[in-house]
């Protein structure tokens, strides 16, 4: 398989008053086109600062991440919006839905950002909405569903616009066991029809679900191996 993300010598540096923090150093990571990937790491050990960049939401402050064949390391702010936009469905721990829309009109929003017809918004959202189960609540505010139900419509909202990467940061963390077991279905089910997926996680459980676990300690890469 093609390589979908491909990082060189990457460092990551924060200035927190007059001091320097090296957040990232020196990380060298590639992932395949399909693959399913966990990423793990402590608190403080620079996974969240590996994602955001992965996720185009950061820019290194040193070395090279290509993103599907281009270097988006150096983009301008503007130019990795776009490409953020097309290539990367993102699913947070904190759902991020917006609580004024009700689910359809919020799963409708990367395609109206992405200028497609109000019509195909529409057919588009509600198609991927049953895909995760929702068909029924179409019209339900997030404050009216459950915290698996609202995951699945992150996990919806993320997913319609076609991204080449899923990205999600701790998406079972505000669950329990059984709706955090049915959201890691929904990803497995997602990775099997061919996405590639990568989860940012601390819980072990979840992790074993990838087909791969990369472990981050002190901004570099301790160690990278095949589940099961």
């Known amino acids: 398989m093609a390589e979908i993300i491909a990082t060189k010598n990457l460092i990551k540096d924060y200035n927190l008053g007059k001091v320097k923090v090296r957040a990232l150093n020196g990380v060298d990571l590639t992932i395949e ?3 399913f990937v ?7 050990s620079g996974k969240s ?3 955001h960049i992965i996720g185009c939401l950061d820019s290194p402050t040193s070395g090279e991440y290509h993103l599907d064949g281009v270097l988006v390391s150096q983009m301008a702010k503007d130019d990795l919006a776009s490409i953020r936009n097309s290539k990367i469905g993102f699913v947070f721990q904190s759902f991020n839905l917006l609580p004024h ?12 950002y992405a200028g497609e017809s ?3 918004r529409s057919r588009k959202a509600r198609e991927i909405l049953a895909s995760v189960g929702l068909s029924d609540r179409l019209r339900h505010k997030p404050s009216e569903l459950s915290g698996g139900q609202r995951q699945r419509v992150a996990i919806a909202r993320a997913i319609v616009n076609n991204p080449a990467i899923l990205l999600a940061d701790e998406p079972t963390g505000n669950l329990d066991s059984q709706a955090g077991g049915d959201i890691l279905e929904i990803f ?3 990775h099997s029809q061919g996405n590639t997926v990568i989860i940012v996680t601390h819980d072990k459980a979840v992790a074993q679900r990838a087909g791969r676990i990369i472990r981050i300690m002190d901004g570099r890469i301790e160690d990278g191996h095949l589940t099961g």
Request: aromatic share 0%; hydrophobic share 50%; charged share 20%.
């Open 38 to 44: 966990a990423i793990m790491g402590p608190s403080g």
């Open 118 to 120: 109000l019509r195909e």
């Open 101 to 112: 829309l009700n689910i359809l009109k919020n799963v409708e929003l990367p395609l109206m």
């Open 33 to 35: 086109a399909g693959e």
């Open 188 to 190: 497995t089910r997602l």
């Open 49 to 51: 600062t590996l994602m």
